[in-house]
């Protein structure tokens, strides 16, 4: 990438953070419980200088996150481990089927499938499946939706208004924007959504619009070139996170480049982007913004790597995403289940090679691919302590990203 595009991404994502800073104040998640310090009185004040050794004895340092992970990972049982790694489908217009799951599997999420016109009627339905999954011992799921706009919005109605498309934003000013993000994702944190899987940080040349069926035939980028789109990215990833909602940067490494859908058709490759492409500095500037997850997608990039899909690749999970990017969140597969570009696998397969590439969740829209996805999981780890170390790291980072957001606390 040159030094010349790199000046104007980080000049673009300085107004971004701007426009970031105006943000109002938002609905807050539960925060993870710290030890605050003694609140002394004006009265005591002297005493408390006088002996500052009691007053830090009597004060306990905040548990780490990943400390407070590995402590919830450790109380928990080898098949529990297993299914936070999970995000599986429910239908949204159906929630209530959703308690048993999670009562009875302990996946460590959900997803809204489908479209349902009952807005914030949905909450109590949303609330009750982490009620069912607390009340069965298992730690409350992350609830996760494609919230993006236009024709890809999960719940609207009464109190989630429509909002539009990541291409009609796009014309918007930063600070139009900003505000209202803020306002949109605080709906969504009211709901209880708790992982929105987006914002789309694809970008889709003009010219390319038309022959790009994911993205730009369907108006899901906020641009047509890297920086304005990065900058967009920027803003609606801080007011998701800011609200209370993790959010997913989406279709790593980009999908605005490919003439097929990978949910149709196993022809989806990108035959231009390399480590130092442009294009990537959108997730660049979500990440920096605090996104709480990456999805990867299923396309091939021959040039990342010659033999496997996104989804299986170490080198663009690993190494890119991971080393280069420096990414240290909750990275979640696009679907495995229903999607044509991995059919040709078998779905405990498909859900070992995500995990053995580096990444955490397997999302399957379809809920009948869980049994066969978590018992290949499960068998694998009983076979290879190399694998077993691999699925712990996995679950530690779902479990890590639910800590963040308030879903376990740390209490200890």
């Known amino acids: 990438m040159s030094a010349h595009l790199r000046v104007m991404a980080l000049c673009l994502l300085t107004l971004a953070t701007s426009a970031c800073s105006s943000l109002p104040p938002a609905a807050a998640p539960t ?17 408390a200088r006088q002996a500052p050794r009691a007053q830090a004895s009597a004060t306990r340092a ?10 919830v990972l450790r109380s928990l049982p ?9 995000d599986v489908g429910l239908d949204v217009t159906s929630l209530r089927g959703g308690n048993d799951l999670v009562a009875q599997t302990g996946v460590g999420g959900v997803f809204l499938s489908g479209r349902s016109q009952a807005g914030l009627g949905l909450a109590p339905a949303i609330a009750s499946l982490k009620r069912s999954a607390l009340a069965a011992g298992r730690l409350a799921p992350l609830v996760s939706a494609d919230e993006e706009g236009g024709v890809v919005q999960s719940v609207r109605g009464p109190g989630i208004p429509p909002w539009p498309s990541a291409q009609d934003q796009s014309t918007w000013t930063l600070p139009q924007l900003s505000s209202g993000s803020a306002a949109w994702a605080a709906s969504l944190h009211t709901l209880g959504i708790t992982l929105n899987l987006g914002p789309v940080a694809d970008v889709v040349a003009v010219a ?4 790009n069926p994911p993205i730009g035939a369907l108006g899901r980028e906020y641009g047509a070139t890297a920086s304005p789109t990065a900058a967009r990215v920027a803003i609606v990833t801080a007011a998701l996170q800011r609200a209370g909602v993790g959010a997913t940067a989406k279709h790593f490494p980009g999908l605005g480049r490919v003439t097929a859908n990978t949910d149709t058709s196993t022809l989806a490759q990108d035959a231009v982007t390399t480590a130092d492409d442009v294009n990537l500095i959108p997730f660049e500037a979500a990440i920096r913004a605090g996104a709480n997850a990456v999805m990867i997608s299923s396309a091939r990039y021959p040039l990342l790597d ?4 996104a989804v299986w690749s170490a080198p663009i999970i690993t190494t890119l995403l991971r080393g280069r990017l420096g990414f240290t969140g909750l990275v979640i597969s696009d679907d495995i289940s229903n999607a044509v570009a991995v059919s040709a696998v078998l ?15 397997v999302l399957i829209v379809n809920r009948a691919d869980l049994l066969p996805m978590l018992s290949a999981v499960q068998s694998q780890a009983a076979e290879s302590p190399a694998f077993a170390a691999i699925l712990r790291q996995a679950a530690q980072h779902v479990v890590e990203s639910k800590i963040k957001l308030g879903l376990v606390p740390c209490s200890r």
């Open 78 to 86: 080898d098949a529990q481990v297993a299914a936070q790694v999970f």
């Open 62 to 71: 905040p548990v780490p996150v990943s400390a407070c992970a590995l402590e």
């Open 347 to 361: 779905p405990g397969d498909r859900a070992i090679r995500f995990l053995q590439a580096g990444g955490d969740m």
């Open 31 to 47: 925060p993870v419980r710290r030890a605050t310090a003694a609140t002394t009185t004006r009265a005591a004040a002297p005493a």
């Open 306 to 309: 010659p033999n496997n899909p």
């Open 208 to 211: 390319d619009q038309g022959s």
